[in-house]
């Protein structure tokens, strides 16, 4: 009995033109909710020796977001709150800047770590009310945003969830309760659209999980738990605490951007040293942090960003935010802050002068093209999949084809001169090769990533049967 690709008529493949890869918005953001605390303080950023509006400095230097973060009523400070949100955004919007709002979801820090429940919150039982207190808050707190006339462009409904949030204890232990996690960021996401149809501002919904490798494990739970209704993933990159190399951060955004048709992914926080000096504090966070081939030092600050966000890219990620690079307290003229921990991971040095590093953003990155796959005459009511091996992902290398019309339809992006390897299958259990097998001793179809849009077109001849 012949098989089914054998009676195919195959058409030549068709290269074409379409939308460029490059078109697409490439986000280049930094975290500046410290920006108006350093302010405050008497801090001064140069460039070349002059005073410059660290707003200004980043827009100037390639940034196009600006993200700030939000604690919830009980912080102590008097910054991370509302008021310093709108002052925030207004600097941000007078430098045209976008917007990115990162609710914590709790009275200081919450992270990969802890999730620590508000204090107002706490005693809060009944899972609905809780989740009725929380829609509320987002609700009105972006109100507020647009009634002051900064409503953001993105938000994050939590900070690093990697687990349960409005958690009652300091560290998460076992597993997440996902009928209760998912009911509250779902009512989360609620209010942040409803606030948004409300404003008649649509800010895209990011999630935000820390390190790569917890990225596809979280989402796969996420979503078998009903957690959809998102549009941006952020990964929290640091080699200190990581497992993955810059290959492994590649593989896991192309899964998942692969995964989740639809969903944009992006590196929303890493940070490198540029130096070794400092306190012990400093000493020790920057050591821990380093990659080998990039010394800490402002050149190998600025290799390391431009690397990253070239593994970005290239695996179909859309952009790359930094933490806190103008957070540099020892430079305050006035009352000190806390933490000196952290300048050796900024944008500047000791005197406050920018350092080479902030133009990762500026650099020529290498742009991956559009790839389609294209099976015409596809039957109605059949599902097609097609299988690569240029995902990234062993266990999971077969994706849902869209219908278009008669066609069934898979897009993607790959870099130029990326060999791969393809089949499509008309059948869940991909036994129904679509394709000839050519020389490929598996029955893959095989070719070479050309350095323009195209699209792999392949006719089934007449009606499947």
Known sequence: ?????????????ALFMAQPAASREIYF???????????????????????????????????????????TDGNPTSY????????????????????????????????GGKQIIPKAWAKIK???????????????TLTALDKAGVMPDMVQPGNEINHAILDKARWKTGAIDWKRNALLLNAAIKAIRDAGRKAGRHPKIMIQIAQPENNPPWYAAATQAGVTDFDMIGISYYPKWSTDSFRGLGRTINLLRNRYPGKEVLVVETAYPWTLGGNAAARLLAKDNLMPGYPATPQGQEDFLVDLSQTVIANGGVGVFTWAPDWVP??????????????????????GEVLPGIDFMRHHYALPVNVSFRLHGAKAGRSYKLWGDFFGDPDSTAFA????????????????GTFIRFQMFADAAMQKALLPAGKDPDGMVSETIPDKDVVYAFDLGKPEP
Not at 2 to 8: E, Q, W, Y
Request: a neutral charge; aromatic letters at 12%.
């Open 1 to 13: 009995m012949k098989s089914l690709s054998a009676t195919l008529l195959i058409g030549a493949i």
């Open 29 to 71: 953001g930094a975290d500046l909710s410290f920006a108006n605390q350093m302010d405050d303080c008497g801090v001064v950023y140069r460039e070349n020796g002059k005073p410059v509006d660290v707003y200004a400095l980043f827009k100037e230097h390639g940034a196009n977001v600006a993200r700030i973060r939000i604690w």
């Open 80 to 111: 991370s709150n509302l008021a310093d949100v709108i002052r925030s955004f207004k600097r941000a919007k007078a430098q045209g800047l976008q917007t990115l709002l990162d609710f914590h979801y709790s009275d200081w820090w919450a992270d």
């Open 126 to 140: 009944d899972r609905d009310a809780l989740a009725r207190v929380l829609y509320r808050y987002t609700f009105d």
């Open 330 to 351: 020892a430079l305050c003229r006035r009352a000190k802050t806390n933490a000196a921990d952290w300048p050796s991971m900024t944008f500047f040095d000791g005197q």
């Open 401 to 416: 084809m869209r219908r278009d019309g008669g066609d069934a339809v898979y897009t993607t992006t790959l870099m130029p």
